[in-house]
Nanobody, 121 residues
Framework: QVQLVESGGGLVQPGGSLRLSCAAS????????MGWYRQAPGKQRELVAR???????NYLDSVKGRFTISRDNAKNTVHLQMNGLKPEDTAVYYC???????????????WGQGTQVTVSS
């Protein structure tokens, strides 16, 4: 079993900052992708940022220059530093990982429970 534990969501004023963290634990052989998705009410879930085990990074266009993703491979953790937050960033943010639990199994996707980020004055 693999668990993803998220932390760091909350309420912040426009222009403020938040840092999301996610730790993967359990039966883990190797981790490939780690990242964050978000889903606002009435909208589809969208990729915010992701980072591979070799450090390649992708960002949603609307967060480029404001959000920074980082990863600690030794601890199987991923962080999302969010600066310059806007009301349109309000959503539930989900941690995501693609990993293998054994050397003979293929990679599988796992999701966190989600953490609410609300940007409002």
């Amino acid at each position: 079993q693999v668990q993803l534990v998220e932390s760091g969501g909350g309420l912040v004023q426009p222009g403020g900052s938040l840092r999301l963290s996610c730790a993967a634990s359990g039966s883990i052989f190797s981790v490939y992708l780690m990242g964050w998705y978000r889903q606002a009410p009435g909208k589809q879930r969208e990729l915010v940022a992701r980072i591979t085990n070799s450090g390649n990074i992708n960002y949603l266009d609307s967060v480029k220059g404001r959000f920074t993703i980082s990863r600690d491979n030794a601890k199987n953790t991923v962080h999302l530093q969010m600066n310059g937050l806007k009301p349109e960033d309000t959503a539930v943010y989900y941690c995501y990982t693609n990993l293998r639990t054994t050397s003979w199994n293929g990679a599988t996707d796992y999701w966190g429970q989600g953490t609410q980020v609300t940007v409002s004055s």
